[in-house]
């Protein structure tokens, strides 16, 4: 199966290295000796996370005003910490924690960027430590290490290099970024702007670009009857979008409107003879490719007509679509409990995909060839738990995602052997960063 690219994670990244024994001398370094005067706060005691830095996941922790930010860091724990509006006007950066002993140094820490080149990984040691009383250690690391050509950078990350043992607990009392000091002042006066030069060739041999790139989406309920999609000069279409996660090909044309309309089961095209194997009909008919999405969710409708929260079983709620069907949110504006997916659905097993994909390989034999260039598996999973939430309530995990892609592909390659297959279409960049659940 062919598998989406997840683009490099943007952070300031705290690892595992042992800490020197508390009985070691500290080796010069270029920590000041003067009191560091704090720039910018990220987390204290006093404010919790301050100044834009968000909480962005992920071991299990403990994290608000008024008390130390209290991380398991078992295992390869760790702590996300995040500011898209962070900038690199810093002196350095300030760590007060307090480990356990037996865990000795454990800290390494860079900066990242989602667009930029990997910054350099600084090994904390004695020269950016001080030890405090209480067993509590201030760390500082000049910002000229960090982040050498001060490039941009968005957020933190805090994790164990090495497995930590079971139940180690870190706790944190402050993180802050320090001002300039007049050395690093005089440094930034001295970095001039650098020439770049860069040229063109039209002269290299080309290669020829796929038709699935210049492509367009379907909308059931307007397209079926439209020809204005023929006269775009588009090389595929795309049969897409939320009502295709529950979509129903055994009944030509039962789809769920999900969240975007009242949980409603439809026939969403004008004319009810238009099924998916008339939207191939017309692709190839117009020389199109088809990108088929195939459900992976488990569910598909039962029916044109039930509802995922019917005013007969959940009673009156915050906007009604007549008398029938509700938005699936209590007149107080809380979300309401689904009940079973079988009000409007029935369970849709990758066979169902298989036997699917056999029945369009079956016509496509017959007098066709090949109608269907791209199975994608399903639609935007990381918002099933709310745009499907009468069916799939809880968030997807990662584990999940990873198990029904590999059954619902596995069901498609089997009866397609020569299919070419897509993971999830999915809402944005930060579905492929965070699951659902770490979301959530």
């Not at 039209?202 to 439209?226: E, T, V, W």
Request: glycine share 8%.
């Amino acid at each position: 199966m062919t598998r989406p690219l997840f683009p490099i994670a943007t952070a300031l990244v705290l690892l595992a290295v042992p800490f020197p024994s508390r009985s070691e001398a500290r080796a010069p370094g270029t920590r000041p000796d003067t009191p560091l005067q704090n720039a910018q706060v990220v987390f204290s005691v006093a404010t919790g996370l301050a100044n834009g830095w968000q909480d962005y996941g992920w071991a299990p922790r403990k994290i608000e005003a008024g008390a130390p930010a209290s991380l398991d860091m078992s295992a390869y724990g760790g702590w996300i910490i995040g500011n898209p509006n962070a900038t690199s006007d810093f002196g350095g950066l300030k760590i007060k924690l307090r480990a356990p002993p037996r865990v000795g140094d454990f800290l390494e820490v860079r900066v990242e960027f989602e667009s930029s080149a990997a910054f350099p990984h600084i090994n904390v040691g004695p020269k950016h430590r001080r030890d405090l009383e209480g067993g509590w250690t201030e760390i500082w690391i000049p910002f000229s290490e960090l982040n050498p050509k001060r490039a941009p950078f968005d957020r933190m990350v805090l994790r164990a290099r090495t497995p930590l043992p079971k139940g180690t607990r870190i706790l944190i009392e402050e993180i802050a970024w320090t001002a300039p000091d007049a050395r690093d002042a005089a440094r930034a006066e001295r970095t001039e702007p650098t020439d770049v030069r860069m040229s063109v060739s039209c002269q290299q041999p080309g290669h020829r670009i796929s038709p699935m790139i210049y492509g367009i989406a379907f909308k059931p309920s307007h397209d079926a009857g439209d020809s204005h999609q023929w006269r775009l000069g588009a090389s595929a279409r795309r049969w897409g979008g939320n009502p295709t996660s529950r979509y129903n090909w055994m009944l030509g044309n039962a789809w769920n409107t999900a969240s975007d309309w009242f949980f409603r089961n439809v026939n969403y095209t004008p004319d009810p003879r238009y099924t998916y194997d008339r939207f191939l009909e017309d692709n190839l008919g117009h020389g199109m490719q088809t990108a088929l999405t195939v459900p992976a969710i488990g569910w598909v409708a039962k029916d044109t007509e039930s509802a995922g929260f019917p005013a007969s079983v959940f009673g009156q709620q915050q906007y009604m679509e007549g008398p029938k069907a509700g938005n699936g949110m209590g007149r107080d504006g809380k979300p309401l409990t689904p009940r079973s997916p079988t009000l409007t659905s029935i369970p849709a097993p990758p066979a169902f995909v298989e036997k699917w994909v056999r029945s369009i390989r079956a016509a496509d034999a017959r007098d066709r060839g090949r109608s269907v260039h791209q199975y994608i598996l399903d639609n935007e999973p990381a918002l099933w738990n709310h745009t499907h939430r009468d069916v799939h309530p809880e968030p997807v995990t990662y584990d999940e995602l990873r198990d029904r892609l590999i059954q619902y592909g596995g069901a498609v390659r089997k009866a397609d052997p020569e299919a070419v297959i897509a993971g999830p279409a999915e809402w944005g960049w930060t579905g492929y960063l965070y699951s659902a659940k770490d979301q959530a």
